[in-house]
């Protein structure tokens, strides 16, 4: 999918306003989006999408809304690297043994203590049993 917008969004409403109002005086829907893509320069296609999603925006079609997209992207974009940064940690976590270090933050103290599990029960090894 390109992210280039050829096209200014008033344009676009303008093309989308055009589809609108001229629907009637075509044998279809899609006779008015192609008579009008001629004239704007765009494909009919790309036409299309910007009545459907401005169709969305007004409630007439379900789906995501423009706002509801760009929320969704900036979620989605968070999302992933909230995951970098979890996997990131989660591999900083273990020793050179193989084993989970636990570090505890004293915030009060100001101070940060570090040990390594010892008892046998609580060791999970990161790659694998020792040999």
Known sequence: M???NRFSPE???????MVLEHAGEHSSRWAAICSIAEKFGCTAE????WVQQAERDKG???GLTSEERVRLKELER??????????????ASYG???FPVICTIRWRLGSVT???KNDSLMRTPHSGPRK
């Open 114 to 116: 570090t040990a390594r």
């Open 78 to 91: 968070e999302n992933r690297e909230l995951r970098r940064v979890n996997e990131i940690l989660r591999k």
């Open 96 to 98: 050179l043994d193989g």
């Open 46 to 49: 790309t036409l299309r999408k």
């Open 60 to 62: 007439v079609r379900p």
């Open 2 to 4: 390109s992210t280039t």
């Open 11 to 17: 344009v676009r409403e303008r093309a989308v306003r």
